[in-house]
């Protein structure tokens, strides 16, 4: 079995698809939640979120919350890094939900 039937298989099942929506849904209020934070604490001056971790949320399945909170709360909007990064993350993830899409309704 090749990668690529090992992920058909996986999406196919029922119980694995529920299990992967719950994760996206929970690791986006997370990459969301975490950009408030990271943005309440640093207008009261107080230990920060590392940016790291923030990209960490967006890379594991969270762009769309992490893109949706810097642009909700106001937070890293600026920095060229998140500015780039954090649209190439969710068009990446984009990417590969539609090509995921397309193998399961082959």
Do not use: C
């Amino acid at each position: 079995m090749n990668l690529q039937d090992a992920i058909i298989n996986i999406i196919q099942n029922p119980v694995h698809r529920k299990i992967i929506a719950i994760y996206i849904i929970l690791i986006n209020i997370v990459g969301f939640s975490a950009m408030g934070i990271d943005k309440r604490k640093a207008i009261k001056n107080e230990w920060r979120i590392p940016e790291k971790r923030l990209f960490m949320y967006s890379l594991l399945g969270g762009s769309l919350g992490t893109w949706t909170g810097m642009y909700f709360w106001g937070h890293k909007a600026r920095k060229f890094p998140f500015i780039i990064g954090m649209p190439l993350i969710l068009f990446i993830h984009i990417t590969i939900g539609i090509y995921l899409f397309t193998i399961y309704n082959m």
